[in-house]
C-alpha cells in the first residue's frame, strides 16, 4: 500500500497543477476579451448617459426613451401607429428622442440595429428606422436582412456613401449593440416596444395601440 501512495501523490499534484493552469488560462482570456469588448465604436449620436441610445434633439425636453427591436411584430405595430408623430415631434423639435435599439430576437436585430446606427452617422437615423419597419420579414431570423439587404435599404433612402457601405460590411457598430442592451437591462427594460417620457412608463395596454391616447400621454409629459 506505502509503495503506491508516492504516484498516487504525484498523480493529484500533477492534476491539480493543470486546473490551476487552466483556471489561470481562463482568467487571462477573460480579461483579454473584457479589455477588447470595452473598445467598441459608437456612433456620434450615441450618448452614453442616455443608455447608449441614439439622441435625438439632444438639447429639448422633455425627454422620451424608445426602447425597439427591428424584428419585433408589435414594434411595428407601434411605428404605423404612432411613427408618425414621433417623428414630427422629432422634426419641430418639441422632445429630445432616444432610441435604443434592442437585439433580443437574434443575429437579424443586430444587423438592422447596426445599419440604424450607420444611418444615423449619416444624419438619416429616422429614414432608417421606418424603412427598417416597413421591410420587416413575416418571420423572426429569416434570412431576408443578410448579405446586402441593409445597403439597398440605406440606398432606398438616398444614403450613397461609402462610409455607410463601410460602417454596414464592416458591422462597426456590432459591440455597441451590446452596450445598449446592457444599459436597457439596468433600466428593468425586458420587453419591446417600451416607451417612457421622462422616465415615466407608458402604459402598453391603453396607449401604446391608440394614437389619441399616445398623444395625451405625451402631452401631459410636456410635449406641446
Not at 450615441?46 to 426613451?65: H, M, Q, R
Not at 417623428?87 to 440595429?113: C, D, R, W, Y
Not at 420587453?191 to 407608458?202: A, M, V, Y
Amino acid at each position: 500500500m506505502a509503495a503506491n501512495s508516492g504516484p498516487d501523490k504525484g498523480t493529484r499534484n500533477l492534476v491539480i497543477a493543470m486546473v490551476a493552469f487552466i483556471v489561470a488560462v481562463g482568467i487571462i482570456f477573460s480579461f483579454i476579451s473584457n479589455r477588447a469588448s470595452s473598445n467598441f465604436a459608437i456612433p456620434a449620436a450615441v450618448s452614453e448617459a442616455d443608455g447608449y441610445g441614439i439622441v435625438l434633439n439632444p438639447t429639448a425636453t422633455p425627454t422620451i426613451d424608445v426602447w425597439v427591436d427591428y424584428q419585433c411584430p408589435a414594434c411595428r405595430t407601434f411605428e404605423v401607429l404612432n411613427g408618425g408623430y414621433l417623428n414630427e415631434i422629432i422634426a419641430q423639435k418639441k422632445a429630445k428622442v432616444v432610441f435604443h435599439p434592442l437585439t433580443f430576437i437574434g443575429a437579424e436585430s443586430i444587423i438592422a440595429a447596426n445599419a440604424a446606427a450607420c444611418a444615423a452617422d449619416e444624419n438619416k437615423f429616422v429614414d432608417m428606422n421606418l424603412a427598417l419597419f416597413q421591410n420587416q420579414a413575416s418571420s423572426e431570423n429569416s434570412g431576408k436582412w443578410q448579405g446586402d439587404a441593409m445597403l439597398a435599404l440605406g440606398d432606398s433612402i438616398g444614403i450613397k456613401s461609402d462610409s455607410f457601405k463601410e460602417c454596414v460590411r464592416e458591422g462597426n457598430y456590432v459591440k455597441w449593440t451590446r452596450n445598449v442592451t446592457d444599459a436597457s437591462a439596468s433600466k428593468n427594460v425586458n420587453s419591446t416596444p417600451t416607451i417612457r417620457i421622462n422616465g415615466k412608463d407608458l402604459d402598453r395596454n391603453t396607449e401604446y395601440g391608440d394614437p389619441v391616447k399616445f398623444k395625451a400621454a405625451l402631452a401631459a409629459g410636456g410635449v406641446k
